[in-house]
Each structure stands twice: as structure tokens, then as C-alpha cells.
């Protein structure tokens, strides 16, 4: 049962334009949301976070949007820029019954930034 | 540069040959997590050690096992080997000091390869 889903494998966009990457949950106790990029033969690296007490969260060209009703999340690169190619994977995170935290995460959303 | 580095790059195993692999946290992190990505997968995590204790377990079985050390290195164990244990083997580490995830710091990954 995947709790945290991008329907989305890949994507193609023109740089320059906006690249919207979504990902949707299932659990309601997910109170963390993290966006990594990983590019091949290295590990993922950490992009941008929201709270669920937030709506929306900006760093630079990033941000990321939530929707608690919707229990949905988008990533927007705006301008999108060629050295973006990567993919950019969804992970959410709650306290469980035990009081500790852990990420899942999505599958990934491979993403092209064409020239 | 995250800081955190793993070891080996690659192994080639046989079934039911038994693994170690390392992973050195970034400076200053306490808390190491595994993670366990198949081809075409997001990553799985596999278990959390808080201060050298096991502080969160995914679905995986117990021949997979790990240790966190005074300088918050860790080793993951995996007992007799499957062709299905086949996957990139991620190490992160982060600083946990209070509520809500701090992001993670993933290293470059092991390739491991199950014949």
C-alpha cells in the first residue's frame, strides 16, 4: 500500500518554463512533507520541507505547496534550468505509536529539463 | 558535500553469503537511518539508530540488523542473502533534537548485487 504517491514517473519541460511535480499521501497523521532530488550514482539530496501547519514554503526557484483537504503537495522550479534533470522524490513523515519518526517516500518523478 | 560516506561502492555476493556495509554520519549528527532501493523504486527504509539504539524498524526481516557506534557510524548486517536483497543501499544521517524530521543526509549509496 503505497501512502505516498507520485503518479507522475517523468516529466519534460522546457527551461525556462515551470516544472510542477505532485504528490499525493494517504495517511492524515503525516505532519512533515520533504522533497529530495537525486541524480544518478549518488545518494538523494535534500531540496525543501514543509510543515503541515503551512500551506506553502519557498527557497529560491523552489516551492512547495500544500494541501491538507486534498491531503495533495506540488513542487514548483520556476525557471526551470537543465542542470534540474534529476529525479525528484516525495517523502512524508509522522509520529508512530512509538513516538518515532520515519520518511516514505514516493517513487520518484524523473524530470527533463530540455535545452 | 553532505559529509556522509559509505562503503563499498559496489559488492557482488552469492545466496545465502552474508554483508556489511558501512556508513560514516555527517559531522555532528546523531541519528543514522537505512535505507534499502530497488531498481525503479523510491527508497525503503529499513531501520533508524538513535544514540546506538534501533529507534524505528521498517518491514524487513530480522537477517537484516545494524549497529551504531560511539562516533554515530553505523553498519548494516544482512544475513543470509537473497536474490531480492539486490539494491542500492542508502546510509543517511541528521541531527535529531526535538520534535518534527530534520532533513537527511544521504550518502552515495552501495550497489550490492546478489548472484
Known amino acids: 500500500d503505497q501512502q505516498v504517491k507520485q503518479n507522475s514517473p517523468s516529466l519534460s519541460v522546457q527551461e525556462g518554463r515551470i516544472s510542477i511535480l505532485n504528490c499525493d499521501y494517504t495517511n492524515s497523521m503525516f505532519d512533515y512533507f520533504l522533497w529530495y532530488k537525486k541524480y544518478p550514482a549518488e545518494g538523494p539530496t535534500f531540496l525543501i520541507s514543509?510543515?503541515?501547519i503551512k500551506d506553502k514554503n519557498e527557497d529560491g526557484r523552489f516551492t512547495v505547496f500544500l494541501n491538507k483537504s486534498a491531503k495533495h503537495l506540488s513542487l514548483h522550479i520556476v525557471p526551470s534550468q537543465p542542470g534540474d534533470s534529476a529525479v525528484y522524490f516525495c517523502?512524508?513523515?509522522?509520529?508512530?505509536?512509538?513516538?518515532?519518526?520515519?520518511?516514505?517516500w514516493g517513487l520518484g518523478t524523473s524530470l527533463a529539463v530540455n535545452p | 558535500e553532505t559529509g556522509v560516506t559509505q562503503s563499498p561502492t559496489h559488492l557482488i555476493k552469492t545466496r545465502g553469503q552474508q554483508v556489511t556495509l558501512r556508513c560514516s554520519s555527517q559531522?555532528?549528527?546523531?541519528?543514522v537511518s537505512w535505507y534499502q532501493q530497488a531498481l525503479g523504486q523510491g527508497p525503503q527504509f529499513i531501520f533508524q539508530?538513535?544514540?546506538?539504539?534501533?529507534?524505528g524498524r521498517g518491514n524487513f526481516p530480522p537477517r537484516f540488523s545494524g549497529l551504531q557506534f560511539p562516533n554515530y557510524s553505523s553498519e548494516l548486517n544482512v544475513n543470509a542473502l537473497e536474490l531480492d536483497d539486490s539494491a542500492l543501499y542508502l546510509c543517511?544521517?541528521?541531527?535529531?533534537?526535538?520534535?518534527?524530521?530534520?532533513?537527511?543526509?544521504f550518502g552515495p549509496g552501495t550497489r550490492l548485487t546478489v548472484l
Open positions: 514543509i510543515s503541515s
Open positions: 517523502a512524508a513523515s509522522g509520529l508512530n505509536a512509538g513516538n518515532n519518526r520515519k520518511l516514505i
Open positions: 539508530y538513535y544514540r546506538e539504539e534501533e529507534n
Open positions: 559531522s555532528g549528527h546523531n541519528t
Open positions: 543517511a544521517s541528521s541531527f535529531y533534537g526535538g520534535p518534527g524530521p530534520i532533513a537527511q543526509y
